[in-house]
């Protein structure tokens, strides 16, 4: 029997449907998944007969929980150019994304992290569901929020996109509406509706036939959790250093504040220190400069120590034990930061 591909392609009129096909994977993605999305984003680019783009996943569980970080990470025991190519073509493919002259409609009903973030947010909508479970999760497995977390964190609301960068807060849909991470709410029984009217409607129109489906569709996503701690989290998350915020949350007292505190205490000490960095340097550069700043991000990563580690922890072993190396902040010299923002020469990323 031969397998069925990893990523589904079809045409409803003149909607393009990618359907991410590992659910059993979480809809993890890999290279190939990769490449074959760019091919067809291109091909489609430039076909008449496509109006509009949708992104789902298959299966109950996710639309895509993120890059295969476990590929990646064997491939780095074994010298595998995959630890290069992966990002490369990843973050290309998220500038393809980005820079998509045709409506670009993610549906992130069920889990959405990191890499299936990447695959969403820089999109023309995104499209929140009942099941909706989003996060930036990479300071727990010794990376930082990447896939252009540089450019679209700092540009959330006050400080969310710090506190949900160091501490991986997932936001269900509500939140995701709240912060301007989804541009709609659809009850997940009605995402199949949101695809049949959009392959019916006349997509000549663009975003406006789009947007029309979107609105008509919508619904209220309840009360966002998040919504109470916005303040809180615009305070305690304002610190320029790690340190300063994790001061600041245990000077705070409050429940809400200590539960914060005590999650960064897990993180690995060197990936929110560049995490900090990154999102302080990408506030002021665009899509591209942070794409090819985070590529030289991911290639120190992948030097270093605490991305093998937290890949062992979390999905080899695990035991969810990770020893992070340097231990602690105070370990984590300007140099160690420095360095992960270092040219790449003939490496670098370019466009």
């Known amino acids: 029997m031969t397998e069925e591909p990893e990523v589904l392609f079809e045409q409803r009129g003149a909607l393009a449907i990618i359907t991410l096909n590992r659910p059993k994977a979480l809809n993890a993605l890999t290279l ?42 064997y491939a780095a025991r074994e010298g595998g150019s995959l630890t290069r190519e992966f990002f490369y073509e990843e973050y290309t493919l998220n500038r393809t994304i980005h820079r998509y002259a045709k409506p670009f409609i993610a549906l992130i009903d069920k889990v959405c992290m990191g890499g299936g973030v990447g695959l969403s947010i820089h999109g023309s909508y995104r499209v929140a569901g009942d099941r909706t479970l989003l996060a930036m999760p990479e300071t727990a497995i010794g990376l930082f929020p990447d896939v252009g977390g540089g450019w679209f964190l700092p540009r959330l609301p006050g400080r969310a996109g710090v506190w949900m960068s160091l501490t991986g807060a997932r936001l269900a849909a509500a939140d995701c509406v709240e912060l301007g991470v989804a541009t709609h709410y659809v009850p997940s029984a009605q995402h199949e509706a949101v695809i049949e009217r959009l392959a019916a409607a006349d997509l000549s129109a663009g975003k406006a036939a789009v947007e029309r489906v979107l609105s008509e569709l919508s619904g209220d996503p309840g009360t966002s959790e998040i919504k109470a701690y916005r303040s809180d989290i615009d305070r305690l998350f304002a610190g320029g250093t790690v340190e300063a915020i994790i001061e600041a949350l245990r000077a705070d007292g409050g429940d809400w504040a200590r539960q914060q505190a005590d999650i960064l205490d897990t993180r690995s000490p060197t990936s929110m220190k560049i995490t900090l960095e990154q999102l302080r340097r990408g506030s002021e550069l665009d899509l591209d400069a942070v794409l090819q700043m985070e590529y030289r991000m991911s290639q120190a990563c992948m030097e270093g120590h605490d991305f093998h580690e937290g890949i062992r922890a979390v999905l080899v072993d695990k035991d969810h034990k990770p020893q992070w190396k340097p231990a602690t902040l105070e370990e984590v010299d300007e140099a160690l930061v420095e360095r992960h923002f270092a040219p790449l020469g003939e490496r670098e990323l370019r466009f």
Do not use: H, N, P, T
Request: charged share 25%; glycine share 14%; aromatic share 8%.
């Open 32 to 73: 190939g998944m990769v490449r074959a999305l760019q091919e067809r984003l291109d091909s489609w680019a430039e076909d008449a007969s496509v109006g509009a783009v949708l992104i789902q996943g298959a299966g109950d569980k996710a639309f895509c929980a993120g890059g295969d970080v476990r590929a990646v990470w």
